[in-house]
């Protein structure tokens, strides 16, 4: 299943949206999105391992365990404020609940992204991913 009509579908669930999936779809590519119609999920991966705090729940992320749970305000700090806001706007719910809302669906999206462990394995392994993060963060 595509992963951004699965946030989709999820999102819309969670937060009892009447917009229709296409709209949730677009507000979520532009929120997490590489610019070709993807979830950069290796980009957000790479984030949280940069952010302080957040690469434990990464790797539960990643992991086949149980998905650690985040709070909204690390997706605030993840992602945004204004991002975050802009993408509520666009799904007519408020940021509070769109950042509640994506603290649940991204480590079900992440979790499916990696199971197997493709998505960890695609940026070699945490210590990839931390590199990519440093590089990222140092332009």
């Known amino acids: 299943m595509d992963l951004i009509k699965m946030g989709a ?3 819309s669930e969670k937060l009892g949206l009447n917009v229709d999936l296409d709209s949730i779809s677009g ?6 999105g ?12 790479g984030r949280m391992a940069e952010s302080g705090g957040l690469e434990s729940v990464l790797g539960t992320w990643l992991g086949d365990g149980a998905n ?4 909204a305000q690390s ?16 799904v007519g719910t408020e940021p509070e609940t769109a950042a509640e809302g994506l603290s649940d669906v991204l480590p079900q999206l992440m979790d499916k992204a990696s199971s197997g462990g493709s998505l960890l394995d695609a940026a070699g392994g945490i210590g ?9 963060f140092n332009k």
């Open 75 to 90: 997706i605030f700090d993840l992602l945004g404020k204004s991002k975050v806001a802009d993408f509520a706007s666009s």
């Open 27 to 32: 507000a979520l590519s532009q929120l997490l």
């Open 128 to 136: 990839g991913l931390m590199s990519a993060a440093t590089s990222f």
């Open 68 to 71: 650690a749970p985040v709070s």
């Open 34 to 45: 590489d610019g070709k119609g993807n979830l950069d999920l290796a980009g957000l991966a």
């Open 9 to 11: 579908e999820l999102l």
